[in-house]
């Protein structure tokens, strides 16, 4: 593989043992030194050599190591398990020169501990073929009063925080960390539907038949998420994503009710609660898939990085930004599927729409299960190769 700057990554197949990561221990403070920051340069805005590349669901069911190591442990006991979750996150880095890591868990732990189960039972299972699937979805606003509320996010959350601390110590500096957690909308969308849906219909109905009970839920849940997000930096996130993944099914006036304050609200008091813990800042990612109508309303939501789909032109995209945000994006996956030769053209093509500068490569979506692993691998060195050749020219 090719060269990136990077030191080797682990080589073992397992955890080895660091310091206690156990939330508020003084490992955080013995973190590596950063080897390779160049990720975290282009999110940010400043100039770098090569663009940077990674990929969302890079740890995932497309790698043999990940379903042997997850062989029979049902999804959230897996995300429960700090060293499993290091584990999995460590694996697409010892395969291919990555120039990011993202913490393995999802974004359905947080649903898991707002509602109180002794009151209404919301429990999420990953059923296969299916994907997760609540057994008491929010059926109307009387639903509502039975959530639970403050919830202790250290002590519901706080085997990722552990995690991610763990993983900062095993990637040894190699790379930065990304943290993340699902919008608002999202997280409700599925906490209404009970799992995922073709239209979201029953979501929807809420906004137009109870919208003083959505907007309570909404407020409920970037409640929680605040705390959660700042609680990944204060673990060891050096990134954060926040995933808007079901923005396609509202047009632009409802995601300008229902979901852009929320995404507003998420990054401005994150802000405000990094500064007040006395964190350093971290870059944050907004991606909304299928929002391309609301581009340039994220653009200014407060994020430094703007993630985009195949759906969006790069070019287009950068002409409705401007340069005032980093953009991300946006290969579509099933490119991953051709030759190794075309996904070089595809690459080649992506890197000259975006431009050199204030950009992360990535896909326009996560890495699907029944993808070869060397494509993935072409992918990232690609990017890399033609990057650079762009900016010697």
């Known amino acids: 593989m090719e060269e990136t700057g990077v030191s080797n990554s682990p080589s073992s197949s397992s955890v080895s043992q660091s310091p206690d990561p156990s939330p ?34 890079q740890a995932g069911r497309y790698l043999k190591e990940f379903l042997a190591t997850r062989a029979g442990q049902d999804f959230f006991v897996t995300c429960r398990s700090p060293e499993t979750c290091c584990e999995l996150t460590l694996q697409p880095l010892r395969r291919f020169p990555l120039d990011a890591a993202i913490i393995f868990s999802d974004i359905l732990v947080v649903p898991q501990v707002t509602l109180s189960p002794q009151a209404l039972g919301m429990q ?37 925080f552990q995690a991610i601390t763990l993983t900062r110590h095993q990637l040894a500096g190699r790379v930065p960390l990304i943290g993340f957690s699902g919008a608002p909308w999202t997280l409700m ?44 930096v204060a673990a060891g996130a050096q990134a954060l994503q926040v995933f808007e993944s079901h923005a396609g099914h509202l047009g632009p006036e409802l ?32 991606f909304a898939k299928d929002g391309h109508y609301a581009l340039e309303e994220l653009a200014q939501a407060g994020y430094e990085v703007v993630g985009i789909d195949w759906t969006v032109n790069p070019a287009q995209a950068r002409d409705r930004v401007g340069k005032s945000v980093t953009l991300q994006g946006n290969l579509d996956p099933c490119a991953l599927y051709a030759s190794k030769e075309k996904i070089e053209q595809c690459v080649e093509q992506m890197l000259a729409a975006f431009g050199p500068q204030r950009y992360i490569a990535n896909l326009g979506h996560g890495i699907y299960p029944d993808m070869d692993p060397a494509h993935v691998g072409a992918f990232v060195e690609a990017v890399h190769r033609h990057s650079r050749r762009l900016r010697n020219k």
């Not at 059926?139 to 639970?148: E, G, I, N, S």
């Not at 979201?200 to 109870?210: D, G």
């Open 24 to 57: 508020g221990g003084d490992c955080r403070q013995a973190f590596p030194k950063l080897q390779n920051d160049t990720f975290l340069r282009a999110a940010w805005g400043e100039t770098t050599d090569y663009t940077p590349v990674w990929c969302m669901r």
């Open 124 to 160: 999420v299972t990953m059923v296969p073929g299916k994907g997760p699937t609540f057994s008491s979805p929010l059926r109307d606003k009387q639903d509502l009063d039975r959530l639970q509320a403050p919830v202790d996010v250290d002590k519901e959350l706080g085997y990722v």
């Open 189 to 232: 969308s599925y906490m209404v539907e009970g799992g995922g849906s073709n239209t979201m219909a029953q979501a929807k109905r809420w906004l137009y038949q109870w919208p003083k009970a959505s907007h309570r839920l909404l407020g409920l849940l970037t409640d929680v998420l605040v705390p959660y997000l700042v609680g990944q």
């Open 255 to 286: 995601f300008s009710e229902f979901a852009l304050p929320y995404i507003r609200d998420v990054a401005k008091r994150v802000k405000a609660g990094l500064q007040e813990a006395g964190q350093a800042p971290v870059p944050l990612i907004i």
